[in-house]
């Protein structure tokens, strides 16, 4: 292989605990986002737009869904005689035992053989469940220009919710990382790594052998690596990030998410149009809107049947509505059938699902304020509400 420059590796085996009912049959960098696309092809656009063109995609938990949508990848032009993109689950041990990825910084040891082919000067390190779009050829720009032996792309978050990320105190002036801190219960600064690093590949490579030399180790960027090379005072710079970010890693912080698409000031698709996020064309025709139809401030994809009232929504491929069915500031994601006279409100809709006549899904108390149902669930009016909780469960 020719020696490159630099490289991508796109960590996407993650369970995704926290999006219960929507992971439970599938990776969470899968999941549908936006009408049409999944959570992976904002970190896969962001490469391909940078001009990375290696990319090692480490898959683990449930990757079917997640492995059918990169096998078209043709579509984001990524094939390429350097590299392109490359899927790399656990693979069989000497002992012939699969040896599971048991941590992020784990699992980019475990295919340091696959860089290695590429000689990287630099290397990448990204997750694939968030929402932005960010240039990493200026973060390597700037990565270089000060010399550094890891770059840390990093955010403000509000401070309710500094808790979820690491966290990390720098420099103001130089941007140089002084501490850093992997979620702490009480949160002294609401300054938060993206999870995005840039390394020096040989320095990588050193820390990722040493850590698994060590006997007790989480095996972690966040909790091992980074806290490891700030002990060691290495050349570790932040690289502040001022666009439109969210990491959905609940299900109320996905379906915010997804709402934001609703306000022109917020919808990341019509932040600098040019930098386009590519994802599989389901070639399906267009969405339909009958007479009886009311639509506002709403996203509809293609293929949808829209016989009832949306508003402040967003509905996926495929989705039918039925008349007299009435949808307000909800998810509802693809190939779900909303039948007449239903009442959804404040909820996410699970992929596939069939919401039967009659029903109403709306929050029962001021504390509960978004409801969610599972991918490919079947709600009946005649089910009483509590037999309904693996189903459908209200989220604060």
Known sequence: MRKQKWMAMLLAGGKGTRLEQLTRTIVKPAI????????????????????????????????????????????????????????????????????????????????LGFIEQYKPDYVLILAADQIYKMNFELMLKEHIETKADCTIAVVDVPWEEAYRFGLIKMDKLTHRIKDFEEKPVNPTTNLASMGIYIFNYEILKEYLVREEQKEYTHRDFGKDIIPAMVDDQLQIYAYPFKGYWRDVGTVHSYWEANLDLLNNKKNIFLQDPDWR????????????????????????????????????????????????????????????????????????????????????IVSKTPELQLMVIGNYSTIDPSIMYDQLKEDIKPVS
């Not at 995609?57 to 997640?66: R, S, V, W």
């Open 277 to 360: 996020i590519h994802t599989v064309d389901d070639n399906v025709p267009p969405s339909y809107l009958d007479e009886s139809a009311k639509v506002h401030q709403s996203l509809v994809s293609e293929g949808c049947e829209i016989y009832g009232n949306i508003e402040r929504s967003v509905i996926f491929n495929g989705v039918k509505i039925k008349r007299g069915a009435v949808i307000r500031n909800s998810v509802i994601l693809p190939e779900t059938i909303v039948e007449e006279n239903v009442w959804i409100e404040n909820a996410v809709i699970g992929s596939q699902s069939l919401v039967k006549d009659g029903v109403i």
């Open 32 to 111: 549908p986002f936006g009408g049409k696309y999944r959570l992976i092809d904002f970190a896969l656009s962001n490469c391909k737009n940078s001009g990375i063109d290696t990319i090692g995609i480490l898959t683990q938990y449930k990757p079917l869904a997640l492995h059918t949508h990169l096998g078209n990848d043709h579509l984001w032009n990524l094939y390429s005689r350097n590299g392109g993109m490359t899927i790399l689950p656990p693979i069989y041990s000497d002992e012939h035992v699969i040896g599971c990825y048991e941590g992020t910084s784990h699992a980019v040891y475990r295919n």
